[in-house]
């Protein structure tokens, strides 16, 4: 990488960080705990997001905003459940950025949410970068992916509040365990908090919900 | 993103694609069908290897190129098969580019081979954004990671030869539906040809070896 490439990175990194420090505000100044979720593709963001919004928007506030490449499939999923919801396409980009999620944060009704969850681009790797202004990042992994993946791709890992693993219902089925996975993952953030979860048979949500909300900086 | 971004990008894409052509003649000068593996992280690409390697070494012979963001950890578990293996640590970056790959290709005896497998980077975006000079790329998805991703991830499967649906042992256990799945894929791409495969039971492993036998230029 030569090193007139370095420095265009650098600006862009830099520039993204001046609108991210912008969206953090908005963010701080409404009250909302801001969660930027990050996995590979299918981990299950979605679904997770679904029966955690369905449950929580009984006692909070909940914004979504849904990031992909192309579609706006989650963002339809999501909206039939009563919440605000604004969609992002990032038409071939492997990450959100600040600027885009700044630009639809006026579609939210901000001083009314406590809380945002903001479904990044499904890809283990780029949104790790990219700070948009969120209090958290949120690294979400499907019993199905295999243990070493926060070995692999430790970033996401090393930058996230939480590790959620998905679909444990499969657990029976997949050579996976748990301890492993989780003692790989500490092993790269020893401060991560960890929680096994399904969102079909409902395993585990209690207590990812009750934490989420204990976050929540206005409660 | 401003034109002094995208001229650098164009000219990465392109230095790129220099080093690209150079690798594609090395294989084409010794008759090897080179696939580039794409898929998201945990989707089963370096399982498929396993046993496609295990059993075409037998008729073919097989060399292999394992990219990772970090860790050796796939190199070491396909060089157990006896055939020759190069591993790329890109380090951060969410891809492999021509460079990577012709860096490496030294070590391999290129004239002794039939068939070489580039295992990309766990990501369903960024590489196939990358020519690294193989001879197609093939697309990997497993039946845990949902229906929709040709639609959210069209790239990938536009740009390749082949999808081969991995994990199809977990069918009972999941909601996917492989008709509408691979209607997605065909919508994008009605020239890719389909595999479903389970590297635990070895389901339609026999037809995806005889396909791959079938593309290598010597025979």
């Known amino acids: 990488m030569g090193a007139k490439r370095v420095a265009v990175k650098e600006n862009v990194l830099s520039a993204n960080d001046r609108i991210a420090a912008a969206n953090r505000e908005r963010f701080q100044d409404a009250g ?55 969609a992002i396409e990032t038409g071939g980009s492997c990450h959100l950025n600040a600027e885009q999620l700044g630009g639809v944060l006026g579609g939210l009704p901000l001083q009314a949410l406590d809380l945002v969850f903001v479904e990044n ?28 993946k926060p070995l692999k791709y430790p970033a996401a890992f090393r930058r996230s509040s939480a590790l959620v693993l998905t679909k444990a219902d499969l657990l029976p089925h997949v050579r996976f365990s748990v301890d492993t996975a989780v003692a790989n993952a500490l092993s790269i953030n020893p401060a991560l908090r960890t929680f096994v ?23």
């Open 32 to 86: 909302i705990l801001a969660v930027n979720l990050i996995s590979s593709p299918g981990s299950g963001k979605t679904m997770l997001l679904e029966r955690t919004v369905e449950r929580m928007k009984a006692w909070l506030n909940v914004g979504i905003v849904a990031g992909d490449v192309q579609t706006r499939n989650d963002a339809d999923r999501l909206v039939q459940y009563g919440v605000p919801v604004e």
């Open 121 to 148: 681009v499904g890809n283990l790797v780029c949104p790790s970068s990219f700070d948009l202004g969120e209090s958290m990042k949120i690294v979400l992994m499907s019993v199905t992916e295999g243990e070493d």
């Open 197 to 219: 979860t399904s969102a079909y048979t409902e395993q585990g949500l209690q207590e990812w919900m009750e934490w989420l909300t204990s976050q929540v900086p206005k409660h």
